[in-house]
């Protein structure tokens, strides 16, 4: 395997509705798309579309949901190793605005242990917090192994201060850094204190303020894609990781901020689309994105 990803699997079901009804309503969702959804299985999927596939660690039920997430997983030439799950797990999105609400139905009572995988030849691990046993085992033996591990820290889950021990590149949202009461620059500092080579906290729209491989704070803009064009950004940060991992698997001699460069521009490409499929991009699309978009000021 070229990589391996970890995470939970969802099926999301995006829509766009300006209101949702209550009581005995009906709406008619102006457009909707069903999609594989999921951090760590989004970028999973961002990476093997951009021309790298990995292999992914996911939950998996007997259910239809779950043989539909198959055929999409084998669509992209990706490798599922499942882990056992009673139902599978949905998400219902509703972008508006910019910002989006999510109700998530989660099975996350895994029935069987931690697969054992081989994973000689492998040169990226990326992990978003879930299926903590698994994450927590093979970033000890990445780690060990030499082979690059990379974090989407969404927020702190159960074993996240443990974890942080054995990751090289972590990538958090502000909601971490609200959970632990430290503005974006602090929570990097707090990060290499732990290990973490490279670490950032992504801002939206307002960027990414992020420690480079000197362990220098930097601010990254966001692209400035035009609000009349900006549909759906549920999973954007999900392939920003995805992008960043694609480019370090690409040309790993290459500094963080190039690998970064691509991401954001990944980034912004997807958000003009509705649900997390349709925004994946090519590689064409990337550099199309880095083209037409300008930094926000």
């Known amino acids: 395997m070229d990589a391996l990803f970890i995470g939970q699997t969802y099926i999301d079901i995006t829509f766009l509705i300006d209101r949702i009804p209550t009581g005995d309503e009906k709406a008619v969702a102006r457009d909707y798309a069903v999609s594989f959804g999921g951090n760590a299985v989004s970028a999973a999927f961002c990476c093997a579309k951009l021309g790298i596939v990995p292999d992914l660690m996911a939950s998996l039920a007997d259910d239809w ?43 996350d009572h895994y029935l069987h242990p931690v697969p054992p995988l081989d994973i000689s030849g492998c040169r990226a691990l990326h992990l978003d917090g879930h299926q903590a046993d698994a994450a927590i085992l093979y970033a000890k033996q990445c780690r060990q192994a030499g082979i690059l591990t990379s974090l989407d820290g969404g927020g702190l889950r159960s074993n996240t201060q443990e974890l942080l021990e054995f990751i090289d590149v972590a990538i958090c949202s502000q909601r971490m850094c609200e959970q632990l009461g430290m503005n974006p620059a602090a929570l990097c500092q707090f990060l290499r204190a732990k290990g973490v080579k490279i670490a950032g906290v992504t801002l939206g729209d307002h960027g990414m303020v992020w420690s480079d491989e000197h362990g220098n704070v930097r601010h990254m803009p966001s692209l400035a894609v035009p609000k009349d064009e900006v549909i759906d950004t549920n999973g954007a940060g999900d392939i920003f990781h995805g992008a960043y991992v694609y480019s370090y698997l690409s040309a790993p001699e290459k500094p963080w901020e190039q690998h970064f460069r691509f991401a954001r521009a990944a980034s912004a490409h997807s958000v003009r689309y509705l649900g997390i499929e349709h925004s994946l991009p090519t590689r064409g699309e990337v550099f199309a994105a880095e083209q037409e978009f300008k930094e926000a000021a």
């Open 65 to 107: 949901l779950a043989r539909m997430f198959l055929d999409m997983a084998a669509k992209y030439g990706i490798s599922v190793h499942g882990r056992k799950v009673k139902e599978s797990s949905l998400s219902f999105v509703m972008p508006h605005q910019g910002m989006r609400a999510i109700i998530r139905c989660r099975d």
